[in-house]
């Protein structure tokens, strides 16, 4: 097992203070005192009690408190316990390294950056659609079993593979899992590889736009309050490293004040006529902004637009988040979805095709597991971490707080009345869209009771202050309106149901935009990557040409995709989140997959078990999951059974069929079907072939007790920087004498290199 030694790596440079934490006061800091010990108990019980009343007790009604207590002690306990283990069983992180950010420092690409904004990004850009979309979607299956995979997948899976992708990449200079299954797997499973993760990345990112520019689209209060943040951000940025160099909590409340001035402001615009001139945008208009803004966003400095900007969207997600969860805890909206609903086992459910397994997996697509954000960190977060111990707090802890951001969708979902969630998310190709199409379906449904009557509708859609809530598909609706019935019985009574409404659909648009720009930059780096084997000069950050063209060339593929999503006729999300939520969990078993080999040829063993486990699971589903959107002959489940249904009407001389009216319009559902099914096989193909090669590498590295070790050669560090969210009292200690250090030696202080370089 190959770990860093003593004689690689001094403990600290002779003319500096301490680097890092000894050994034995890491071990002090984790050792349980008695009080702890009380107090981890505690967490403990209290989480168990709201396990057993979720999951054994049965009645008409259920607490949403009790999803709350859960998800938090459940996370808690992992963070404190099971991530440790990891990092003593596998990882060993070692601040005496140098991480890429320090020996690599270009103030463009590679910057090493404070724990807090870095942590900030990170979450920002994980964080996108999947933790809000899949978990409202799921609802239609009840509530158990979306919450028992949110809660124990993320903890056994999701930030197991954060984790270890992080800290891989970190080891490896900040190298694309495209390019880490290249160096494990050789030229042939590397091609593969780099192959499916660019195809899958182009689809991601796509579908995360499309959700954007539905929660945007005609929405002159939302786009104003978003397109505000770019110059809130670049604002903050230029604070950050040129005005007032270090001070975060001081830019912070700057940056908050703004964003909630930004946000009151977009009420007060779109009352206006020239307000909703200027920012009342169709989704086609939507479409190409973003398009041009995704080209914009990924060739700047980090420190200019991206950093800053996630920090700042993680103040709102996070506090919109932590609000809900207070008002969860003081109204305790009633739940009566019951655990499993008639559609948990049906392939034939309203809101979406498939049953339990595996498209329950699949349908919460971020949350649990999340493929997409292997990409971010090995893309832009490793590049940028000050200290390997600090890969801890952003990767595990970070996809902790994802998942969180899902369990609390989840439970806004479930607290809007059964019969509205229906109406909402069913297609309008069921509902007619009306109030009286909506209701005569879903009282045709027979579902238990659920008797939905149209002044419920009409009601609803006047306190949020639209003209209607039909057929209102894709998720970001559903959650504004029960994140609006649970906030206005806290603050605000039912007059102020409107601001809720059009807050959350704002704060929605904004928590997944920043995984679209962060995503974009990732994207870049991979296809530089893989045209570096080829072409080296690609792989020089600093080369501008280079920057622009793979750029170019990946929003070019991500736009085209979402121009389609944009004029589907079937509705966009509908026909395309599935090969979003399939793509994104087969990445997520791609990325475990390449982490295995690459542990195994370290010398690990049985703690291989940790990364193979999960890594077995989302292959199993997903890839079965695959077969059935590319082989079922069912038109809803299957992509060619639908690409035969409209075509064979086309032939026929039919132009309506499903919903879809006219020629044009089926010819459209006919090439995007195709479309999906051609993305579905190559990147299945690949993904197969990867996952195979992973897997045999792995096992023979295992019975020859180790292998090549690819990870760059170990650097001695020349900074400080603490590991967790808090400094410890060791830490603050450390951080004194290097705050005295700096002042006696300016020129050797990191923040004033970044600023001359």
């Known amino acids: 097992m190959s770990v860093t030694s003593p004689d690689e790596l001094t403990r600290t440079p002779s003319d500096t203070p301490p680097v890092a934490l000894e050994p034995e006061e890491v071990r002090r800091e984790n050792k349980l005192s008695p009080l702890k010990i009380a107090l981890w108990v505690a967490i403990g019980v209290l989480g168990g009690v709201a396990w057993v009343i979720i999951a054994i007790v049965r009645g008409e009604t259920i607490n949403g408190i009790w999803f709350v207590f859960a998800a938090v002690c459940s996370y808690l306990i992992a963070y404190r316990f099971y991530a440790n283990f990891i990092a003593h069983k596998l990882t060993h992180p070692d601040d005496r390294r140098a991480t890429p950010s320090e020996y690599m420092q270009d103030g463009h690409d590679f910057v090493p950056t404070d724990r807090r904004i870095l942590y900030g990004h990170h979450f920002a850009a994980i964080a996108g659609a999947g933790p809000l979309v899949g978990p409202v979607l799921a609802a239609q299956m009840g509530y158990l079993p979306g919450t028992l995979w949110i809660i124990v997948g993320v903890i056994f899976a999701g930030a197991v593979q954060d984790y270890v992708v992080l800290f891989c990449s970190m080891r490896r200079g900040g190298r694309s899992v495209g390019q880490m299954a290249k160096d494990e797997l050789g030229r042939f499973g590397g091609i593969a590889a780099l192959i499916a993760t660019l195809v899958i990345m182009l689809i991601i990112i796509a579908i995360l736009a499309l959700v954007v520019v539905n929660a945007l689209g005609e929405s002159a209060w939302g786009v104003f309050s978003v397109g505000m943040t770019i110059p809130i951000a670049l604002f903050m940025g230029v604070y950050l490293r040129f005005i007032r160099p270090g001070k975060v909590s001081e830019v912070s409340v700057i940056g908050v004040i703004l964003l909630l001035a930004a946000i009151v402001g977009g009420g007060y615009v779109a009352a206006t006529d020239w307000g909703n001139a200027i920012f009342h945008l169709d989704r086609l208009t939507l479409a190409w902004a973003l398009i041009a803004y995704g080209f914009v966003a990924a060739v700047l400095p980090v420190w200019l637009l991206l950093a800053p900007r996630d920090y700042l969207s ?13 008002a969860i805890v003081v109204v305790q909206p009633t739940i009566t979805v019951p655990p499993l609903t008639q559609w948990a086992f049906r392939a034939d459910g309203p809101v979406f095709t498939g049953s339990i397994f595996p498209f329950l997996f699949v349908t919460i697509a971020c949350g649990a597991l999340s493929g997409f954000h292997a990409m971010i960190a090995s893309g832009t977060t490793p590049k940028l971490i000050e200290k390997e111990r600090q890969t801890r707090l952003i990767g595990y802890g970070g ?131 893989a045209l570096g084997n080829v072409f080296p000069k690609f792989r020089e950050a600093s080369w501008k040409p280079g920057s622009y063209l793979t750029t170019a060339l990946m929003v070019a593929g991500w736009g085209s995709i979402l121009l389609l999503g944009v004029t589907d006729p079937l509705g966009g999300i509908n026909t ?182």
């Open 399 to 529: 996809m902790l707080m994802e998942s969180f951001v899902a369990i609390m969708a989840l439970v806004a979902a479930l607290s809007v009345d059964h019969g509205i969630y229906f109406a909402m998310n069913s297609s309008s190709a069921a509902t007619q869209g009306t109030v009286e199409g909506a209701v005569a379906f879903v009282n045709s449904l027979g579902m238990a009771g659920v008797h939905l009557e149209p002044a419920q509708l009409t009601e609803t859609a006047r306190l949020v202050g639209e003209h209607s809530i039909v057929s209102r598909t894709g998720g970001a609706p559903t959650l504004a309106v029960g994140l609006a019935t649970i906030m206005h019985q806290w603050f605000g009574g039912p007059e102020m149901m409107s601001f809720w409404y059009h807050f959350a659909i704002m704060f929605e648009a904004l928590f997944i935009l920043t995984s679209v720009d962060a995503g974009t930059r990732v994207a870049r780096f991979m296809l530089a990557d």
């Open 314 to 326: 993680t103040f709102m997600k996070v506090g919109t988040i932590t609000m809900l969860a207070f």
């Open 576 to 757: 395309f989140f599935p090969l979003f939520g399939v793509a994104n969990q087969l990445l997520a078993a791609v990325a475990l997959a390449i982490c295995l080999t690459i542990f195994a040829r370290r010398g690990y063993k049985w703690p291989l078990l940790i990364i193979a486990v999960p890594m077995v699971f989302a292959a199993v589903v997903t890839i079965y999951g695959s077969f059935l959107k590319i082989f079922s002959r069912v038109p809803g489940v299957g992509y060619w059974a639908n690409h035969n249904r409209y075509a064979a009407a086309l032939q026929q001389g039919v132009t309506d069929l499903g919903g879809v009216h006219g020629r044009a319009a089926m010819e459209a559902v006919v090439r995007n079907t195709a479309v999906q099914t051609t993305l579905s096989v190559i990147f299945l193909v690949c993904a197969i072939i990867v996952i195979l090669m992973c897997s045999w590498k792995a096992v023979q590295a295992v019975l020859a007790g180790g292998g090549i070790d690819t990870q760059d050669p170990p650097l001695q560090s020349r900074l400080f920087a603490p590991a967790g969210m808090v400094p410890t009292k060791a830490e603050k200690a450390i951080a004194s004498e290097w705050a005295s250090y700096y002042a006696e030696h300016p020129e050797r202080d990191p923040e004033h290199r970044q600023r001359t370089h």
